[in-house]
């Protein structure tokens, strides 16, 4: 390949010239970046072979994180970076005249995912991969990634996300890998010659999945992991009984785009399929390449671990069990041992509307296999409770995979998984008390926590350089391998010129942004204001309604009073709400008549700033977070099962202004009262005050609040008095779910409290750096460790140098 910038130089030019038949000079920047990224893939395979051949004589076990979704943003630095060949390549195209951000810019995020739960999943790869540890992703190649969010009139619109415009450069296709999917059809029953039982799925549709492999590269080391993208094409087997364009027009929309989450009914059909479509051929992958090692399954459960992202994966055990019944004529009892040794189950949110459950018609239909293997384990589950608690009836209804026409994923996850976890302390608690509380009392030893974490190599070093720089000078490069060492900041936290150093660093972030918000809204924004970030999925429960109505109050108490001043601050929003989540949009467009408004009145604008940050993904998250000087993470105590954000924040330096919720908990025990400011109700809190919450008696009781809620309705933020009275309406009649008028008056308090530390500009910069200095435990090295540790147990695969 290339082993010096002089290499590389030659190599790149001969790639250009094969390729396209030009000269480098002559070249378009989109056909350089398409060499350059197939020289990295190509550096990357080498040590790709090397991994699975290893892996193949250690006889090592692997792990699969099978995950609807995988938010993996744009690739290149993060693969040159972790490469270490980032200096190199950058050198050598300078030396041909080319500008290597121009490159980099140019490559579209991979947007295969909706937020939290998808972005945890890359961050999951990164960290496997560092850790050397066999660890692979398993996912759907779709077409369309996320929607891109354009602002029109303060409204948001949604349009495709095209990212394969210029193909994928890090892929391969693995045409000879791919395997068939079967939906619709029946189940036939019949006697095999020894008079076994034997079921055979006929009249099936069958559709062909083709592996799309991309490799995923680690930090410092040669290790290679595999994300494979499953993408539907048609099959030998063509139906009979269906029109052929009607068949490739059904299965293209199987992988057409990710799903942007479950607030309608529509598609339900096409979402079930998109999940078995891509378990099923996960599954059987996993099964021919076990094969292909070992003459048999009997030891699958010794050398396979899965694990389930959500429910969204969960038809993998019913399909294992088939797999292993149906083609491999193990019995049941035999099948359950084996696939409840290589499952585990992460959930991800205890929102009931979160939670999925299918109507039991379209699985019988759609997967009919597939079904009687559900209401089988069913049934023996139910008997099982039955004879554990033979006086509590209405257990078996509570825990019941199938009641009320419905397929309930949750438990068919809990019953078929050696392994249940939470994603933070304080989520695992509420899962374990609370909604798998039966669960644990027949399962005690499934249930644990693994607090979610980031790959502090894409979230610090690779997009917040300054910093990095900084923290090399200061305390070494090992914190760079082990977060851990981070800790070693704590020894120069109280030095005056390292605040002032942080705050410098700090200052130039901040320039970074307002350039992009420049460009993105056309908004100039003040470096030396306050930066107070909300950036995450618009959902009721995350409040940002909350951050915008005390964004209201502070506008109106400056309007009445102008003695009343503040320290500059700009309010940053970034927020994609689902397409048909009315509420939430809303919301959008709520924020976005603040900042029209705000921004263009001259009594307030030198004080008070609101922008709207269009479409929010990784790219923009790694510009955003690192500037941010107030980290906002105020959901309603006990809904957030962790977050993610709250650490990328906390990791460059940001102050978290948050409830005791999700993995906030966990933060706060870290840095300390001081160095956080916390509001709100707590868990227990929101419980006892749900039992008898009016709404109105805080309208009434505080003037403020009446104020901004009135505002909603009276013409101040758009000319229609109607056009939010929908968030009226939930505020007022439909008593205010998520509490955001019982956690005001708190919220409020603890703005002017970072109001009044930011003042203190050393003892600010002490506060930011104690978070930096307390934000290893939450890199996803450490998360990754106890998965390996505890659940998977899979240990590093050593490639030696040669
Ligand atoms: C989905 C929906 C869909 C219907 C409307 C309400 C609603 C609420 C939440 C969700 C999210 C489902 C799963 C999920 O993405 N959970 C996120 O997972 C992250 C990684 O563990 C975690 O940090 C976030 O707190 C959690 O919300």
């Known amino acids: 390949m290339f082993n010096n ?164 450069v890090w892929e391969v296709r693995k045409p000879k890998s791919a395997v068939d999917v079967k939906f619709w059809g029946h189940v036939e029953m019949r006697k095999d010659e020894n008079g076994e039982l034997i079921f055979e799925h006929v009249d099936a549709e069958h559709i062909r999945a083709v592996p799309y492999d991309m490799p995923v590269v680690g930090h410092g080391t040669k290790e290679t992991n595999t994300l494979r993208l499953w993408s539907a094409e048609a099959s030998d087997i063509i139906p009979t009984n269906k029109d052929f364009r009607l068949y490739l027009q059904e299965l293209q929309e199987i992988c057409l785009n990710v799903y942007p989450d479950d607030s309608t009914d529509d598609g339900k059909i096409l979402r079930l399929k998109q999940q078995y479509f891509f378990v099923s051929a996960g599954v059987k992958s996993i099964i021919r390449s076990h094969l292909r090692v070992y003459p048999t399954l009997d030891n699958l459960g010794e050398k396979i671990a899965i694990q389930l992202n959500d429910t969204h994966p969960v038809l993998a055990i019913p399909e294992l069990m088939r797999v292993l019944m149906d083609e491999y004529h193990y019995d049941w009892d035999h099948a359950w041992e084996i696939t409840t040794a290589v499952m585990a189950y992460t959930n991800h949110t205890i929102l009931s509307e979160a939670l999925e459950k299918w109507p039991i018609a379209f699985v019988q239909r759609l997967l009919p296999r597939i079904y009687m293997i559900i209401e089988e384990i069913n049934r023996r589950f139910l008997k099982e409770v039955a004879e554990k608690f033979p006086y509590e009836r209405d257990m078996a209804y509570r825990v019941a995979i199938l009641k009320d026409d419905q397929v309930h994923m949750a438990s068919l996850a809990v019953v078929g998984s050696h392994s249940v976890n939470g994603v933070a302390q304080l989520h695992t608690d509420i899962l374990i008390n609370d909604l798998f509380h039966d669960f644990v009392r027949l399962y005690p030893d499934k249930f644990n926590n693994k607090t979610n974490g980031i790959t502090h190599r894409r979230w610090l070093l690779y997009s917040n350089p300054q910093l990095r720089k900084m923290l090399d000078e200061l305390i070494g490069e090992g914190f760079e391998y082990d977060l851990n060492e981070i800790e070693k900041l704590m020894d120069h936290v109280d030095d005056p010129a390292i605040q ?147 650490m990328k924040f906390m990791m460059n330096g940001a102050m978290t202004l948050g409830t005791l919720d999700g993995a906030n908990v966990e933060i706060d025990e870290r840095v300390g009262r001081g160095n956080d400011v916390i509001f709100g109700l707590t868990v227990d809190q929101v419980t006892e005050l749900k039992k008898n919450y009016n709404a109105w008696d805080y309208y009434n009781e505080d003037e403020r609040i009446k104020k901004a809620v009135d505002s909603l309705v009276d013409g101040t933020w758009a000319e229609d008095h109607d056009e939010f009275k929908l968030i009226f309406d939930e505020l007022m009649y439909k008593n205010d779910e998520y509490l955001l008028l ?61």
């Open 500 to 646: 002032n150093q942080f705050l410098e660093i700090k200052h130039q972030r901040k320039e970074i942004l307002a350039k992009l918000v420049k460009e993105r809204c056309g908004v100039e924004i003040d470096p030396n204001s306050i930066y107070d970030v909300q950036a995450k999925r618009l959902h009721a429960y995350k409040r940002q309604l909350l951050n915008a109505l005390h964004i209201i109050y502070l506008y109106q108490r400056m309007k009445e009073d102008p003695s009343f001043t503040i320290t500059p601050t700009t309010f940053i929003f970034a927020a994609k709400a689902a397409p048909a989540y009315y509420f939430a949009k809303k919301v959008i467009k709520l924020i976005n008549s603040l900042g029209e408004v705000i921004n263009n009145d001259p009594a307030v604008n030198s004080m008070l700033k609101v922008v709207f940050i269009p479409n929010y993904s990784v790219s923009i998250a790694e510009v955003l977070m690192n500037a941010a000087d107030v980290s906002e993470q105020i959901s309603t105590a006990g809904k957030e099962a962790s977050g993610t954000g709250n």
């Open 5 to 168: 910038k002089q290499e590389f130089v030659e190599e790149f030019t001969k790639r250009i010239e094969e390729n396209y038949g030009r000269s480098v000079e002559q070249s378009h920047p989109t056909e350089r970046f398409m060499v350059l990224g197939e020289m990295v893939r190509d550096f990357a395979g080498i040590h790709w072979k090397e991994t699975k051949e290893k892996i193949a004589a250690e006889e090592a076990k692997q792990m699969y994180y099978f995950s609807m979704e995988f938010l993996i943003g744009r690739l290149l630095t993060n693969n040159l970076m972790n490469l270490g060949i980032y200096e190199l390549v950058r050198d050598g195209l300078q030396d041909l005249d080319i500008d290597i951000n121009e490159l980099e810019d140019l490559e579209s995020d991979a947007g295969l995912g909706n937020g939290g739960l998808g972005r945890l999943a890359a961050c999951f790869l990164d960290s496997l991969a560092s850790l050397q540890l066999p660890g692979n992703g398993n996912c759907i190649r779709y077409q369309y990634g996320l929607f891109r969010q354009k602002i029109e009139n303060g409204y948001q619109v949604e349009v495709p996300d095209q990212w394969l415009t210029l193909g994928n």
């Open 742 to 802: 019982a956690d005001f008056a708190s919220y409020t308090a603890a703005h002017e409290e970072i109001q009044r530390r930011y003042a203190d500009r050393g003892q600010w910069a002490k506060a930011c750096l104690i978070n930096i200095a307390k934000s290893g435990y939450f890199s996803s090295d450490r998360t990754i460790q106890q998965y390996a540790d505890e659940i998977w147990h899979i240990s590093p695969v050593r490639i030696d140098d040669k």
